[in-house]
Each structure stands twice: as structure tokens, then as C-alpha cells.
């Protein structure tokens, strides 16, 4: 959800990262359920492949989508554990 795939002129697909900006607390909700995914553990150190410094970034680098969700003026409506 926080990316989305898209053919280039060149006719390859790629990713890229949408623009985080919900509407509505039922957005948000969901941005802040694949968040709190993508911020576990398991994910930031690529079940312990990432090295401690690229756990960090990846970690820092969803951190501050959290951040803008939160400068929207929304919280998330159910309990989170890595944020």
C-alpha cells in the first residue's frame, strides 16, 4: 500500500511510493496497519540479513511516514507495538 507498481515508457514495470494523505481515519488505519507491519522485527532486519545500520535507515525511513500521518492530525484507533 505504501507503494505501487507501474509500467515505464520503456515497457518494464517498477515501484514507486505513493503520497501518504488520507482523508479519513479509515485511510489512515490503514497506512498505520501496513506501517506497523513493515516496522516489525522481522521485516526491518530482513529476518536477520539487514546489517544494524540498513535496519536503522529502513526503520527511520517509515518512521517519518508516521510522522506525516500523525501531522495530519490522526492517531491510530487500535493498539501499536513498533511505533
Known sequence: MLE?????????W???EIK????????????FE?????MSDEYIYCDGEATETDAQYLYNHYLKKVKVIK?????????????
Open 71 to 83: 501531522k495530519l492530525g490522526f492517531m491510530p484507533s487500535f493498539k501499536t507495538y513498533n511505533y
Open 4 to 12: 505501487e507498481n507501474y509500467k515505464t515508457s520503456s515497457g518494464k
Open 34 to 38: 501496513e506501517l506497523e507491519y513493515r
Open 20 to 31: 501518504i494523505n488520507p482523508m479519513n481515519q479509515k485511510q489512515a488505519d490503514k497506512f
Open 14 to 16: 517498477a515501484t514507486r
